[in-house]
């Protein structure tokens, strides 16, 4: 089990289409965690396959165009924490609180960003760098 925790500066509609259109499995589980927070459990996922799905879904929330009153909005950005189990913790609520940790960090390292949750628990729980460093859209 691999959870993905998103934030995102779309509206929430938008997002949760993005995500259902080809980054949710079947047995996946997608859900709103928050004002502006969505979480994601891939069920059965590796940590390599998680991380492609949110590269996948930062890609894919990047280049939507949303318009409202005939005007297009500012372009959509997004942030992804990612952990998993085993490797970040034996609880969902330990999974869930690393990836949140990753999801601060990828947002204060400049947004639009992929971070994974750190193995060996650091003071903050995430690795130093981003497993993304692409820089801030």
């Known amino acids: 089990m691999v959870v993905l ?3 995102t500066t779309a509206i929430p509609q938008a997002t949760i289409t993005a995500m259902k259109s080809s980054n949710i499995r079947g047995g996946d589980i997608a859900c709103r965690y928050g004002g502006e927070e969505f979480l994601i459990i891939l069920v059965d996922a590796a940590l390599q ?7 996948a ?3 894919q929330v990047r ?12 372009q959509v950005t997004v942030s992804i924490g990612v952990a998993g189990f085993p490797d970040h913790g034996t609880s969902a609520q330990q999974i869930i609180n690393l990836a ?3 999801l601060y960090k990828a947002k204060t390292s400049g947004r639009n960003r992929v971070v994974l949750a750190h193995a060996a628990l650091d003071g903050e729980g995430v690795s130093e760098t981003p ?7």
């Not at 396959?49 to 590269?55: D, G, I, L, T, V």
């Not at 497993?131 to 859209?137: A, I, K, L, P, S």
């Open 131 to 137: 497993v993304v460093e692409r820089g801030g859209y």
């Open 5 to 7: 925790l998103v934030a």
């Open 63 to 74: 280049n939507m165009q949303i318009h409202h009153r005939g005007q297009m909005l500012h």
């Open 57 to 59: 879904l930062k890609e």
């Open 49 to 55: 396959f998680a991380h492609q799905r949110a590269e």
């Open 100 to 102: 949140d940790k990753a």
